[in-house]
C-alpha cells in the first residue's frame, strides 16, 4: 500500500492550508484562530461531530466508519501551537505576527491530519471510529494534559492514540520510530544567589555571586559525567546566568536556570538529587544563600511495544520496509504526547523533513513534500487497525 492517490490529490490542497497556518501563527493556548480553521474545514468534510473548547481551545473531531463488532476508537493527534522566535525563511507564506513562526512544523502537523481527515471523511473504508485531536500549547504549556483532565479518553472512548513529529535531517521518504523511551523528560531549575554585594575595588569584603555562580555551573556539569551510568543517557543544561548591571559593582544577588533532560525515572530522581547536593555544598563552601528549585515537567514519551509494531508495519507499507528505522536512538527533546501515552496505548513515530534548519530555529520550515506521506500514513494507520 504506497501512497494513497487520492490524497496525492489533496497535495495542493492541503499544501495550501499549510502555508495559510504558517502565515497566520499563534502561541500556546492562544490559538483561536487556528482552532477555528480547524473546526471549519472538518465541518465541511463531513466530520460526524466536531467539538471545540476540549483542554481550553483544542479540537476534537469523530468520524464513524462502517459498523464494528467491537467498536473500536482509534484517534490521531496534531499540535497546532507555534513559537516566539521571528522568522528568517524569506518564504512568500511567511509569518505575518511580529515575533512569531511556526518553527516547529506544527502547521505541517495540523494540516497532515487535516487531510487524513477529509479522505477518512470522504471514503470510510474502516470498521470503528477515528477521533481526530488537534492540541493547543504542545510548546511548554502541556495542552495535551490540559484536553486529558477535560476527559479528552473518556469522553470520546478512546482505545490507542498516535502521535506523528517531523524530523529535520531524516530524509523525505523516511519515517522513525522506537518502542520504550523515544522522547526526554524535561525539567527546569532554578538557582537564586543571594552574597553580599560592595565595591568592586574590594571584593574581599564581599561574597560574589558571580564567583559562587561559577563554581556552580561548573559542579553542575560533573553529574552526568561522574554521576550517571555512562551508557544512560542525560542532559543538565545551564541556560541563563544573570547577575550586575555596572562594571565597578559586585552585585548582591544572582540567577542560574537551565533544563534536565532524562529518559529513565531513576535517573531523573540522581539528578535532582545530586543537585540539590551540590547547590547545597557550594552555598557553605563560599557563605552565600542559595535557594534552589526544580520543576518536574514533561514525563518520559514512552512507545508501547505492541503499538510501536503495529506503527512499523503501517508505515512500512506506506513507504517500504527499508525506509522505516524500527529501533532508532532516542531524542533527548521534550513532547507532552507523553501525557497521552500515560493514559492509553499508542506510539509517536518521526517523519523525514529532509535537509533543513533544524526545529525552534528562524530558518526552519516544513517540508511539503512529506505531506502525502504523513497523510497517508494516518490514513492507513486508521484503515489497517479497524479493516471494513
Given amino acids: 500500500m504506497p501512497i494513497i492517490n487520492r490524497l496525492a490529490d489533496f497535495h495542493d490542497d ?3 492550508w499549510r502555508h495559510d497556518l504558517h502565515r497566520h501563527p499563534e502561541l500556546m493556548y492562544a490559538v483561536h484562530n487556528t482552532a477555528a480553521t480547524v473546526a471549519d474545514k472538518l465541518r465541511s468534510f463531513g466530520v460526524d461531530e466536531v467539538t471545540t473548547g476540549v483542554g481550553r481551545t483544542g479540537v476534537v473531531g469523530v468520524i464513524r466508519g462502517r459498523p464494528a463488532a467491537d467498536g473500536r476508537v482509534i484517534a490521531l493527534r496534531a499540535d497546532m501551537d507555534a513559537l516566539p522566535i521571528r522568522e528568517a525563511t524569506g518564504k512568500p507564506y511567511a509569518s505575518t505576527v511580529a515575533g512569531v513562526m511556526h518553527a516547529c512544523g506544527h502547521d505541517g502537523h495540523t494540516a497532515m491530519l487535516l487531510g487524513a481527515a477529509r479522505y477518512l471523511a470522504e471514503t470510510r473504508n474502516f470498521a470503528g471510529t477515528a ?3 488537534f492540541q493547543p500549547a504542545e510548546e511548554g504549556g502541556a495542552g495535551a494534559k490540559a484536553m486529558i483532565d477535560d476527559g479528552l479518553m473518556e469522553r470520546w472512548q478512546i482505545d490507542e492514540v498516535y502521535g506523528m513529529h517531523n524530523m529535520p535531517g531524516l530524509a523525505v521518504g523516511k519515517m522513525a520510530t522506537r518502542p520504550g523511551p523515544i522522547m526526554a523528560a524535561t525539567d527546569e531549575f532554578v538557582v537564586d544567589i543571594t552574597g553580599r554585594g560592595g565595591h568592586a575595588a574590594r571584593p574581599h569584603h564581599t561574597i560574589d555571586p558571580i564567583v559562587v555562580g561559577t563554581t556552580l555551573v561548573q559542579a553542575l556539569q560533573t553529574i552526568v559525567s561522574r554521576s550517571v551510568d555512562p551508557v544512560e543517557a542525560a542532559v543538565v543544561s545551564v541556560t541563563k546566568f544573570h547577575v550586575g548591571e555596572v562594571t565597578n559593582v559586585i552585585a548582591e544577588t544572582g540567577r542560574i536556570a537551565g533544563t534536565v533532560r532524562t529518559l529513565k525515572p531513576e535517573i531523573r ?14 552555598a557553605t563552601a563560599h ?3 542559595i535557594a534552589f528549585s526544580y520543576n518536574r515537567s ?3 514519551t514512552r512507545n508501547h511495544a505492541e503499538a510501536t509494531a503495529f506503527a512499523v508495519q503501517v508505515a512500512a507499507d506506506v513507504i517500504g520496509a527499508a525506509n522505516v528505522a524500527a529501533n532508532a536512538p532516542p531524542v533527548m527533546g521534550g513532547e507532552d504526547f507523553s501525557y497521552m501515552l500515560q493514559e492509553r ?5 518521526f517523519i523525514g523533513n529532509g535537509d533543513s534548519a533544524g526545529l525552534h ?3 526552519y520550515d516544513f517540508n511539503d513534500d512529506a505531506i502525502p506521506i504523513g497523510c497517508s500514513y494516518w490514513a492507513r494507520l486508521v484503515e489497517t487497525a479497524m479493516p471494513a
Avoid: H, S
Fill in 269 to 282: 530522581d540522581l539528578i535532582e538529587a545530586r543537585m540539590r547536593t551540590l547547590v547545597d555544598g557550594v
Fill in 298 to 300: 514533561y514525563p518520559v
Fill in 14 to 16: 492541503i499544501t495550501a
Fill in 361 to 363: 530555529n528562524p530558518a
Fill in 131 to 133: 477521533v481526530l485531536i
Fill in 345 to 349: 496505548p499508542g506510539a509517536f513515530v
Fill in 287 to 289: 557563605g552565600a544563600d
